[in-house]
């Protein structure tokens, strides 16, 4: 995804929430806990959109907990075997781990940033070959009417599990597999008359 | 070279296009369909060493496809442009007085349609050039108008676009949005942490496969390690570390 | 208050989910006037509670003490207000879609349905009650004049474009436009020199290799694909 000033999924993709603890007291934000009072009062915990957030990390106005996706637990997941974590489960479907982790990036320092940068790219790099493999036997399967393939669960579960950027790439490498195909056979077909 | 036909796939979602005989018949175009001026083809004068001499339609077809992948603009190939047309327009005159001469044999009727053909294919990749090169104008109109370096790479008639096109996309902001905004919310050219430009640039750093056209000096990459480009080879890099290989017309964009 | 009942930035969301939307179903969306009104009085609010807050500590010396809300009403109206022209931006980019799609023709554009470019009803002009809203309808004034000015600078580029080319005079030039035909699809290359059409809608007599053509409603015929290419693209004639 393009990190343009217009771009709508860029600006979308904003809205992904994180959690907030404050560190001061700051007048008259009180609804964006959704509450009543005045004020947000120093140590509440909000739920707080990226767009905002990240100026108030980054003024010291409030810390965040790494969320989920990216909390110890599932970073031992991924170093264990990438393969087996349903990324879709912890974004939500079509929602995108990857660029979650870029923006969750961007609140942190050096060291942890770079951190969540090598548990992204590594994971990436376990995960797309499956990808693409599966791509592949799927525009194979479908041209022969044969279903058999993909439908065992671990390749099922897997394909579940893609993140929003994972998906488009599977999308993109089944297109390119139909379309080479496409073009040998039409080709060949040349040839040969 | 089958990878040239990727270049053909402008809309991901369209059906298969040309099989690959114009590829070939583009690679092969006989000479005598470009007869080419005294100037054509020879060996570049920045040194780079061609060993086949590639026709006009040739390297209009490598800059279109560079032209396609490159995020950047690349140097408009103006006088290329100029001799190409030149000569689709001696060779549509020649079929319009063939055509009408009634003792064209059964034989040079065919001819005269693989000709057509072949114009109709070179006016494709020619309007396509131009599209391409239009739509990235396009879209990073407002940092043309106030760059003046990039104004070299762009034709009289293509810059003069972008700053219409910058002016317009400007007018509509504020007709449809800014006018009604207090003042303090009306700039176009706000600097703002945590958001992208307002007026967007190429993004040099976007990954490109680039297919070396012959021996170039190794480039060093983003993480300190430097690579070998030796003729034939394919890479993936960030555009920014092969662009001036690419103007120098080493490399080409696949 | 009035983020009582929505959080910042709730609304912008709202008018840039229309454009995913829109992306997505790959339709044109009619330009939602209302929403980008209440978003503009956003703004004027938070932009009034910005002010004051300003003015609440006019001492240049000691920090105001309501910078962090002076920080936060400043996100949301840099947000709010990136979202308004994402979405007038996102539109501009369909609206030339749409442009390119039927070859630059922007009277044929305007006024037809905008649910199938360049498809328009078979069966000519149907029955008016039933036919969908055209694309004009969908369109706020200010993108029906950016459209014409656009479809203006486009044709100048057009007749600019290889004036400057090498070896030729200005009338070669302009014959040479006509020749490449800009306008043209550049979604697929040219396979077969001739095509057989069947005529959608009347588009009386053509000028084509084979001689002057009178294309009428029905009737079938061969001809060379660039004579026809643009009447293609408008809808007048079909591939068969």
């Known amino acids: 995804m393009e990190d343009d000033y217009y771009s709508v999924e860029s600006i979308l993709a904003e809205n992904q929430k994180i959690q907030c603890q404050f560190k001061i007291d700051i007048p008259d934000m009180g609804h964006l806990d959704g509450g009543n009072e005045r004020d947000i009062k120093a140590l509440s915990k909000i739920q707080i959109p990226m767009w905002m957030a990240y100026i108030l990390i980054y003024s010291d106005y409030a810390d965040f907990t790494i969320p989920l996706p990216f909390s110890a637990r599932v970073r031992n997941a991924l170093n264990a075997e990438a393969r087996s974590v349903r990324l879709s489960g912890l974004v939500g479907q079509g929602g995108l781990w990857y660029g979650f982790g870029r923006m969750i990036m961007r609140l942190l320092n050096d060291i942890p940033a770079q951190e969540v940068s090598d548990v992204l790219t590594k994971t990436f790099r376990s995960r797309l070959p499956e990808v693409i493999d599966q791509a592949h036997h799927f525009a194979a399967a479908s041209g022969s009417g044969g279903g058999a393939i993909g439908s065992d669960e671990a390749t099922m579960a897997f394909r579940e599990g893609l993140d929003g950027t994972e998906r488009d790439l599977f999308m993109l490498a089944q297109e390119n597999a139909r379309r080479t195909k496409r073009w040998y056979e039409t080709s060949e077909k040349a040839r040969r008359s | 070279m089958a990878d040239w036909l990727e270049g053909l796939d402008l809309e991901p979602n369209d059906r298969p296009r040309a099989g690959p005989s114009f590829v070939e018949r583009a690679r092969h175009a006989p000479d005598d369909d470009y007869p080419i001026a005294d100037d054509f083809g020879r060996p570049n004068l920045l040194g780079a060493v061609e060993e086949e001499e590639e026709t006009p339609f040739q390297q209009l077809t490598r800059h279109w496809m560079n032209e396609r992948q490159a995020p950047d603009i690349l140097p408009g190939q103006e006088m290329l442009l100029g001799r190409i047309l030149d000569h689709v327009r001696k060779q549509s005159d020649d079929v319009q007085l063939l055509r009408a001469d009634p003792d064209s044999s059964e034989d040079e009727h065919f001819r005269i349609m693989l000709v057509q053909t072949e114009i109709e294919r070179v006016k494709f990749v020619v309007r396509s050039y131009i599209r391409t090169r239009l739509y990235k104008i396009e879209k990073y109109a407002r940092w043309i108008s106030t760059t003046a370096e990039v104004h070299e790479k762009l034709s009289k008639a293509e810059l003069d676009h972008a700053r219409r096109y910058a002016r317009l996309t400007e007018y509509h902001f504020n007709q449809s949005v800014l006018q009604s905004l207090p003042p303090q919310q009306r700039s176009l050219e706000d600097d703002m942490a945590f958001m992208p430009p307002m007026i967007p640039e190429p993004d040099k750093l976007r990954p490109v496969f680039v297919h070396a056209r012959q021996e170039c000096p190794p480039v060093r990459l983003p993480d300190g390690t430097s690579i070998a480009m030796e003729k034939g080879r394919i890479s993936l890099t960030p555009y920014y570390i092969v662009e001036q290989l690419l103007l120098r017309g080493e490399v080409e964009l696949v | ?240």
């Open chain 3, 1 to 240: 208050m009035a983020a009582a009942t929505h959080q910042y930035g709730d609304l912008a969301t709202q008018l840039l989910v229309e454009s995913r939307r829109s992306t997505a179903t790959d339709t044109l969306l009619k330009y939602n006037d209302v929403l980008v009104r209440s978003i503009v009085r956003e703004q004027r609010q938070l932009e009034a509670l910005l002010q004051a807050a300003l003015a609440a500590h006019p001492d240049e010396v000691a920090p105001n003490p309501l910078l962090p809300t002076i920080l936060l009403y400043q996100t949301a109206i840099n947000r709010n207000k990136r979202c308004l022209l994402a979405y007038h931006a996102h539109r501009i980019d369909r609206l030339k879609d749409l442009y390119w799609s039927v070859g630059g023709a922007l009277p044929l554009l305007l006024s037809m349905p905008s649910a199938a470019p360049a498809h328009a009803n078979a069966d000519g002009q149907g029955n008016a009650a039933a036919a969908p809203a055209d694309v004009r309808s969908k369109l706020s004034p200010h993108e029906v004049d950016f459209l014409r000015s656009y479809n203006t600078s486009i044709l100048t580029l057009r007749t600019e474009a290889f004036s400057s080319a090498a070896s030729m005079s200005q009338d070669d030039a302009g014959a040479l436009t006509e020749d490449v035909d800009l306008m043209a699809p550049v979604v697929k290359p040219p396979k077969d020199l001739h095509v057989l059409v069947r005529v959608v809608r009347d588009c009386g007599v053509v000028h084509t290799e084979q001689g002057a053509i009178d294309f009428r409603r029905g009737h079938r015929f061969l001809v060379r694909r660039a004579d026809v290419e643009h009447l293609i693209v408008q809808g007048f004639l079909e591939e068969v």
